[in-house]
């Protein structure tokens, strides 16, 4: 059974632009979170979809957004990426609105 | 101050010692309890879950909550060189939603 997948794996980007990250989540999953990690903050909340609904936001700026399809892929944006945006950004899957989230690789941005 | 505590360590051990890791947290309402492991350039990979207090066992690994404390730990039995990774704690007030809160993640280290 395959695992979440996220692509790009490794990107980078400079100060300004935008970027858009996808999520596959497991075969039957519909619930999507997205997380983001650095060496200083650990790992944060940064929103949760379930059935193409956002259910749950973190406390980051309106330059994040995300979105999840009906066929539960997700995807995030981050437009006007600032140096501190550089972090791993994590999705990860369950198959309902209860029980064990399952993560994937992550996407390694690198903002220049 | 972080709602989840999570000593950064690192920690090193020689093979085969025992390894506590441990968790404090300051939410009354956290009733899931998780620890993933993490290995470097990976997503963190769920290695419990446990809800409201007691203890839990799979194969080598054994978590313990005491709510009372608003403590948690995870054991590892005869460590081997395959479990140096960062371990990190993760909990939630209920099961219906995608949001957990991160400790900071242990590094360990397992010396043959």
């Known amino acids: 059974k395959a695992g979440v997948t996220q692509t790009p794996r490794y990107l980078i980007k400079t100060r300004g632009q935008q970027v858009t990250l996808s999520c596959s989540p497991i075969?039957?999953?519909?619930?999507v979170s997205w997380y983001q990690q650095t060496p200083g903050q650990g790992l944060q909340f940064l929103f949760e979809y379930f059935s193409e609904t956002q259910r749950n936001k973190g406390n980051f700026p309106g330059r994040f957004s995300g979105r999840q399809f009906s066929n539960s892929r997700s995807e995030m944006n981050v437009s006007t990426l600032e140096l501190g945006d550089s972090a791993l950004y994590l999705c990860?899957?369950?198959?309902?609105?209860?029980?064990?989230?399952?993560f994937g690789e992550g996407s390694r941005l690198t903002v220049l | 101050q972080k709602e989840v505590e999570q000593d950064p360590g690192p920690l090193s051990v020689p093979e085969g010692a025992i390894v506590s890791l441990n968790c404090t947290y300051s939410?009354?309402?956290?009733?899931?309890f998780m620890w993933y492991r993490q290995y470097s350039r990976k997503g963190p990979e769920l290695l419990m879950y446990?809800?409201?207090?007691g203890n839990k066992e799979d194969g080598r690994f054994t978590a313990q909550v005491d709510k009372s404390s608003k403590y948690i730990s995870l054991f590892i039995r005869d460590s081997q060189p395959s479990d140096s990774a960062t371990y990190l704690c993760a909990m939630r007030p209920t099961s219906n939603t995608g949001k957990l809160i991160f400790g900071q993640g242990t590094t360990l280290q397992v010396k043959p």
């Open positions: 990860a899957s369950r198959r309902g609105p209860t029980g064990e989230l399952f």
């Open positions: 446990t809800y409201s207090s």
């Open positions: 075969s039957g999953h519909r619930s």
């Open positions: 939410n009354s309402a956290f009733q899931y």
